[in-house]
């Protein structure tokens, strides 16, 4: 199998090692991954803003960049959101609507594709551990894929997951969100990590690289004794390919 993957703004720029661990976790299923230079945004922070008429222009860029019919793989459930929810919305009534609905059918989040396109059965390899997890809104609510990540974490017989109290509560990020509200963003951030503190739990996982940095980042600031690690970071030192981010 060939596929393409989107290594999302955050993954480029921030998240390079996790977006390596997460072609790794496609290769050991057999998986060729083919990786587009040219791939920019997924257009969600402008479309979110307003500015849907450069929102298309960047959606149609990537949407002719990944030319040939493979699965394109993404980690990112908002990022998957915007690229096969929202950019049919944005391009309701537009000649180009066909096209964007068919490269919209073949976006898949990471876990999903390993869950449900792959089939993955993994063995454990590392010590036992406590974990939570933190559902990125549109994951939750738009791409609907945590229950595949979550089904991942339970093959790891090792790794215990203790659920948050209020999971399904926004961490404050919200992409341009935190720029705008950024004293909102905050008491919304600190609620957050005051649930996940009191799971005492060694690592808060989540698969969105916006919430992971927006949490990690207060929780340097609260000097929290709990560390964030992206989920496809884990889940790759779990099964023995990955090395420490």
């Known amino acids: 199998m060939r596929v393409y993957f989107f290594a999302t703004c955050l993954g480029g720029g921030v998240y390079s090692h996790t977006a390596l661990n997460c072609i790794k976790l496609l290769q050991k299923e057999g998986v060729e991954v083919v990786f587009k230079k040219d791939q920019t945004c997924c257009a969600q922070p402008s479309y979110n803003s307003g500015y849907y008429d450069q929102s298309r222009q960047v959606a149609l860029h990537n949407i002719r960049l990944f030319t040939q019919d493979h699965p394109i793989i993404v980690p990112s459930g908002s990022c998957v959101g915007m690229m096969s929810h929202d950019y049919l ?3 309701e009534g537009h000649p180009d609507y066909e096209e964007v609905r068919h490269f919209c059918a073949r976006v898949f989040e990471l876990s999903e594709f390993l869950d449900k396109q792959l089939g993955v059965c993994y063995e454990d390899k590392g010590a036992p551990i406590k974990v939570t997890w933190h559902s990125n809104c549109h994951a939750l609510r738009v791409s609907k894929v945590v229950a595949s990540a979550k089904k991942l974490i339970a093959q790891l017989d090792n790794v215990e997951l203790v659920e948050l109290e209020r999971e399904e509560e926004c961490c404050g990020f919200g992409g341009t969100f935190a720029i705008k509200e950024p004293e909102i963003s905050y008491a919304m951030v600190q609620d957050k990590i005051k649930d996940i503190e009191s799971r005492q739990v060694e690592y808060v ?10 949490i990690s980042g207060a929780m340097a600031k609260m000097h929290s004794n709990t560390k964030a690690m992206h989920f496809y970071d884990f889940l790759a030192q779990r099964v023995g390919i990955g090395g420490p981010a």
Do not use: I, R, V
């Open 205 to 214: 996982l989540s698969a969105d690289a916006g919430c992971l940095l927006n």
């Open 89 to 91: 919305e944005l391009f």
